[in-house]
């Protein structure tokens, strides 16, 4: 499944299930596991793990094949591996203390590293 069509799908699940505040990162070109990261909060233990169950199935039924799940039963913070899309499923305590958008946002809107520039590779 093409990445737009497969983050809209996310999205849409996500947005259905009444997940909070949900946030979508591209971090090709930063990360070698990913293309893209999807955040979501849920209000309470429950309506984690149901907003990660809600995205399998929704990706499952058109035909994608999710990788790996983690943190299924804590459910403070589940992970789904979707290979182009990692989903983060957090609660608000979870995701104000691990800030993963500052972690992935860093750089974003600096210029380019030039050569000769500290830290550019020559």
Known sequence: MELETLKQLVVTTLDDMKGQDIKTIDVRGKSSITDMMVIVTGNSNRHVKSL??????????????????????????????????????????????????????????LPQSRPGMLGAPD
């Not at 809600?54 to 799940?69: D, R, S």
């Not at 804590?74 to 958008?101: C, F, G, K, P």
């Open 52 to 109: 990660a169950d809600a995205v399998e199935l929704a990706v499952k039924e058109a035909g994608v094949q999710p990788l790996g799940i983690e943190g299924d039963a804590q459910s403070d913070w589940v992970l789904l591996d979707l290979n182009d899309i990692i989903l983060h499923v957090m609660l608000a305590s979870t995701r104000d203390y691990y800030n993963l958008e500052k972690l992935w946002e860093v750089g974003e809107g």
